[in-house]
């Protein structure tokens, strides 16, 4: 038998790469931040944190062998959203989490996440590691003991944490404000600030009484750590490559440390967690973000374990031969950037991360996803309603993927983008081969030698696809990817060997076998992203992950449709779950955005400002407005409706103020594309000058938002 000779090089190639690759190979620890257990999962979630890192580590595993790379994961199970559920519902904390354990580890599996373990923090492993973890930051003299005055429910005898008390908030009067966090407005908050706070245990009015916490007191790292955000530098030398990391991630760190690093609690009054293991602090936990971050440690170690291996952990954790990167949503930065790197560096055992690729967020039909009014496309609802259609949504949620700022998935998107890519473009190209080999040649390969040009245009395409992925850039990689199918369907399009093969049948074999070469690059391209139809791709043409050329000989199979259209029927009843809320949706809070509604209500004409004046075109010509970053924000003083904003130009960085402090907070904004007028005479306000205008949309009801590019925009293009 024959193969087609430049295959067989590039393949030698290729191998020979890779072996010396190998040989020098680091391992790659990645990490998926570990979903609450106390509600299911929903495609906010997958595309803020798990669908890239499943993409980016399958590329990883076929570039350094699986052997290198390490992806856990697992429930977060403790804090006290799971205890106030549990009260709630009249059973166990226990309970809940188990309940969520299985039916995320079980959704994760079934849509393709392919850890290589699925731990839990309710472990008696993970119990262990975190006791010994804060024992050796004890001991080091971490922490700072502190009492202070904590909010106490009289009728429920016990301490309120954080999340335990609701009230009013003093940023933006939104009612159902928690004592940590205003969700509204984004405002981080303490029990003390709100309005007429309230315990959601009894409902009765908390009063304060003293208590003892330990403290880790950040300000004590804010040096090394602003070196490390900024420069990528740790104790003077390189760490990473800080160009890398996502300019969101660095200005919401920046933006936290220039604020100054406070004291942060590191211990809670509950009765679900893990004890402190010190003598005289009964009825004291781990605070959730000293204790969950551990469990990438523990799930590291369960895995060893299994592996027959208990030490060797320590490989993937405490040698230089190894990186790690987390993939988190936006809202979980600040702990993975600052105080788990604070605490892993004090404790002075484990590696730092290299990167932290956060997502921006998902909404959802023009609203913020919201778990509590059931506004979610829940993804083991998903499984069950479009069944085999995994790859689909895999498609979508990374076509729209939230890599710079905040995306939407809309039900009709989702429809055109697999009716009008995956069917129309992906599997027509498939199918069409697949066919015509059938019919041609009964399944049988026309071997050729192979044409060069072809060949170099499916590496290169894997290779571009490749470099994006790398660089964490997962909508660009799948554009590339699918770029090969449209490069596919162009050439079958402008040879047309369905006309060819009653006159010239022999140049239809030389077209027919480049089709089908193009088609096995093809599963390789999409593999990280649709692995299921890179699969059913391999199957039909009967080759294995490793294609190597086709052999004289060979023989393909029979023609299977990779995808189906998607019905209008399919997409009306989506829109009526949504149309439909239910008071006793399931509650998922790690990952998701604010619970309050953003959805702009349409209201009377007669409520909207009335049109202006006519301008002549002269007079708008003169007006300089350009698309620009917020790369830093920060409250002005003494003015409770300013921010001072530092937004990139592309040539040139300018200090704006904006009266847009009740809409959105500090970190809200960092990484926004806005539009500015330039020429706008320089202004002081409250001490502060200001150097144009970023323009914004204002809505019947005084909210703003705003007015920015669909798309990520270079800094600095006018907006004419």
Not at 156 to 163: K, P, T
Not at 191 to 203: A, C, E, R, V
Request: negative net charge; proline residues 4%; hydrophobic residues 40%.
């Amino acid at each position: 038998m024959q193969r087609a000779p430049c295959n067989y090089y590039f393949r030698n190639r290729f191998l020979t790469s890779i072996l010396d690759f190998k040989s020098m190979a680091k391992r790659h620890l990645i990490t998926s931040a570990l979903p609450y257990a106390n509600g299911p999962l929903h495609i906010g979630h997958i595309a803020g944190a798990y669908l890239p890192a499943d993409i980016y580590v399958r590329y990883m595993r076929r570039k350094h062998g699986h052997e290198n790379v390490l992806h856990v994961c697992g429930s977060d199970e403790h804090g006290a959203a799971i205890s106030m559920k549990a009260i709630k519902e009249g059973t166990t904390p226990k309970e809940i989490v188990d309940k969520y354990h299985e039916i995320n580890k079980n959704a994760f599996a079934e849509f393709g996440i392919d850890f290589d373990i699925y731990h839990r923090t309710s472990a008696d492993l993970h119990k262990e590691t975190s006791q010994e973890f804060f024992l050796k930051l004890y001991e080091k003299g971490a922490f700072k003991k502190v009492t202070s005055e904590q909010m106490y429910d009289a009728e429920a005898r016990q301490f309120l944490a954080d999340r335990f008390v609701m009230g009013t908030c003093p940023n933006c009067s939104s009612e159902r404000a928690y004592g940590d966090q205003c969700e509204n407005c984004g405002k981080a908050l303490s029990p003390t600030d709100l309005i007429n706070p309230k315990s959601t245990l009894s409902g009765s009015t908390p009063s304060l009484k003293e208590t003892w916490h330990f403290y880790l007191p950040m300000g004590d790292h804010a040096d090394w750590v602003k070196d490390f955000i900024a420069d990528g530098t740790l104790d003077g030398a390189a760490h990473h490559d800080a160009a890398k990391w996502r300019k969101q991630v660095v200005g919401q760190c920046l933006s936290w440390i220039d604020g100054g690093l406070g004291d942060r609690a590191m211990t809670r009054d509950l009765d679900w967690g893990v004890p402190v293991p010190l003598e005289g602090a009964d009825g004291k936990v781990l605070y959730v973000w000293l204790d969950a971050p551990i469990g990438y440690v523990s799930a590291t170690k369960q895995w060893a374990i299994d592996q027959g291996k208990p030490e060797v952990w320590k490989n993937w954790w405490q040698s230089e031969d190894a990186d790690l990167v987390h993939f988190i949503g936006k809202d979980n930065i600040v702990f993975h950037c600052i105080i788990f790197p604070i605490l892993l560096k004090t404790h002075g055992d484990y590696n730092l991360p290299i990167n932290v690729p956060a997502n921006e967020f998902l909404n959802l039909e023009g609203d913020k996803i919201s778990t509590s009014r059931n506004h979610a496309v829940w993804l083991h609802e998903y499984l069950e309603d479009f069944p085999n259609r995994k790859d689909e949504l895999r498609f979508v949620l990374t076509s729209i993927a939230p890599e710079t700022k905040d995306s939407e998935f809309i039900w009709k998107d989702y429809q055109a983008r697999v009716n009008n890519e995956l069917v129309a473009i992906l599997g027509n190209f498939v199918n069409r081969v697949v066919v015509l080999t059938n019919k041609y040649y009964n399944g049988l390969v026309p071997f050729q030698a192979s044409d060069w040009e072809v060949i170099d245009t499916c590496h290169a395409a894997i290779a571009k696809s490749q470099e994006f992925i790398a660089q964490f850039k997962f909508r660009d990689a799948l554009t590339e990817a699918m770029n090969l199918a449209r490069h596919g369907n162009k050439f079958l399009a402008d040879l047309e060997p369905w006309k060819l093969q009653k006159t010239d049948p022999e140049a239809v074999k030389k077209i027919m076998f480049s089709a089908l070469n193009i088609t096995a690059y093809l599963a390789e391209a999409i593999e990280p992203f649709l692995p299921e139809t890179a699969h059913n791709i391999r199957e039909m043409l009967r080759i294995d992950a490793m294609f190597k050329g086709f052999l004289d000989g060979h023989e393909i199979g029979e023609a299977k449709l990779l995808f189906t259209k998607v019905e209008d029927e399919e997409v009306e009843k989506q829109m009526e779950k949504l149309a439909k809320p239910e008071a006793s949706a399931p509650l998922s809070l790690q990952g998701t955005k604010s619970e309050a509604s953003s959805r702009v209500e349409s209201g009377p004409l007669s409520l909207q400002r009335p049109f202006k004046d006519n301008i002549n075109f002269d007079d708008f010509m003169k007006m300089d407005i350009r698309v620009g970053t917020i790369t830093e924000a920060e409250k002005v003083k003494k003015a409770d409706k300013l921010l001072q904003l530092t937004v990139d130009l592309g040539s040139e960085t300018r200090t704006i103020v904006s009266g847009i402090a009740e809409h959105y907070s500090t970190e809200d904004v960092i990484g926004k594309q806005v539009t500015v007028l330039c020429n706008l005479e320089p202004r002081k306000l409250k001490g502060v000058m200001s150097q144009g205008m970023i323009l914004m949309a204002e809505d019947s009801n005084g909210k703003l938002m705003f007015v920015s590019p669909e798309q990520g925009f270079e800094n600095g293009a006018e907006v004419r």
